[in-house]
């Protein structure tokens, strides 16, 4: 059984900084691009950043030059570090991950089950 397992969250001052982390366990053939989505109270979900197999990176216009995404592969596992934190960046933050179970085989979305985050003085 695939699982996602985010940690990292937490209680931050405006400008801080917060990683987050989001290991993925179990038994499958590969990841392809995983990443991070938030959920703020009475909002749908949005995409916050995603990295690809090959290291290539895309970011919300809200997040750009202000939070970073990377990967370890060997690990399986993805980081988001975030820094020069708003109030509005105060969420639910949620990992993704397409995952192949087995060669030939269409990848799957799992998830996390999500880290709060909290901007606030």
């Known amino acids: 059984q695939v699982q996602l397992v985010e940690s990292g969250g937490g209680l931050v001052q405006p400008g801080g900084s917060l990683r987050l982390t989001c290991a993925t366990s179990g038994r499958f053939f590969s990841i392809n691009v995983m990443g991070w989505y938030r959920q703020a109270p009475g909002k749908q979900r949005e995409l916050v950043a995603t990295i690809t197999s090959g290291d290539s990176t895309n970011y919300a216009d809200a997040v750009k030059g202000r939070f970073t995404i990377s990967r370890d592969t060997a690990k399986n596992t993805v980081y988001l570090q975030m820094s020069s934190l708003k109030p509005e960046d105060t969420a639910v933050y949620y990992c993704?991950?397409?995952?192949?179970?087995?060669?030939?085989?269409?990848?799957?979305?799992?998830w996390g089950q999500g880290t709060q985050v909290t901007v606030s003085s």
């Open positions: 993704n991950a397409d995952i192949k179970m087995r060669p030939g085989r269409f990848p799957d979305a799992y």
